[in-house]
């Protein structure tokens, strides 16, 4: 379960941002909406264990998670927190099975090379571990980012504007995987978006 409780973020010579209380329970599903300035990556930056609050706590599955070290956060978030970014953030060099394998390095978590093939399979990338990121399209590299982002079997997935630079055709399977592999993972699911297209696809809301 995640907890954010009397949450404020102050920015230097910026806004002063309050946040409602918000309780996910384990394997639901969520969207974060609000208009653009609103706070949204904030927040989900804040979830993340990226960015400190000003005040107030975030716990998951118990864990405060600002009451940890630097280190330990880092460790923690990699082994809890799955996060699909805007933009893949891939590493050129790397080909798509070793920038999935990265995230089990940086969490200290040994490399389980069936679950990287099990997971490259289920998004539709078999054929393409050994390619690098500039030979793939927009909406695989996105895929490339899911499957990074659950390779820990994370018990929270999160996804920051994952559709905004996608078609139609792409922001729909992306959505679809996004449910469904938060679903089959057993993971909580947020997704932060102002996309109209993702709306009727998740009942639960959090408003900014």
Do not use: C
């Not at 107030?56 to 118990?62: M, P």
């Not at 009451?67 to 060099?93: A, E, T």
């Not at 590299?141 to 996804?159: D, G, M």
């Amino acid at each position: 379960m995640i907890s954010i409780q009397s949450l404020t973020h102050q920015y230097q010579n910026g806004p002063n941002l309050n946040f409602t209380d918000w309780e996910i329970q384990d394997e639901e599903q969520w969207l974060l909406l609000g208009a653009s300035g609103s706070g949204k990556s904030t927040l989900l930056n804040i979830v993340s264990g990226l960015l400190k609050p000003t005040s107030g706590s975030v716990k998951l599955n118990g864990t405060e998670i600002y009451s940890l070290s630097l280190k330990d956060m880092d460790r923690f978030r990699g082994q809890n927190i799955g996060i699909v970014f805007q933009k893949p953030h891939l590493i050129k060099s790397l080909n798509i099975y070793d920038n999935v394998a990265l995230a089990s390095s940086l969490a200290g978590i040994k490399l389980d090379k069936a679950r990287i093939f099990s997971l490259l399979a289920s998004l539709g990338l078999e054929n393409k571990k050994r390619n690098f990121p500039d030979e793939l399209s927009q909406g695989q590299l996105q895929r490339v980012s899911i499957a990074r982002a659950l390779l820990n079997n994370p018990s929270l997935l999160i996804a920051d504007e994952p559709t905004s630079s996608l078609d139609d055709e792409n922001a729909e399977n992306v959505i679809d995987i996004l449910t469904e592999q938060a679903k089959e993972n057993h993971a909580s699911l947020v997704i932060a978006t102002h996309d109209k297209r993702v709306r009727n696809r998740i009942s639960k809301e959090y408003l900014l």
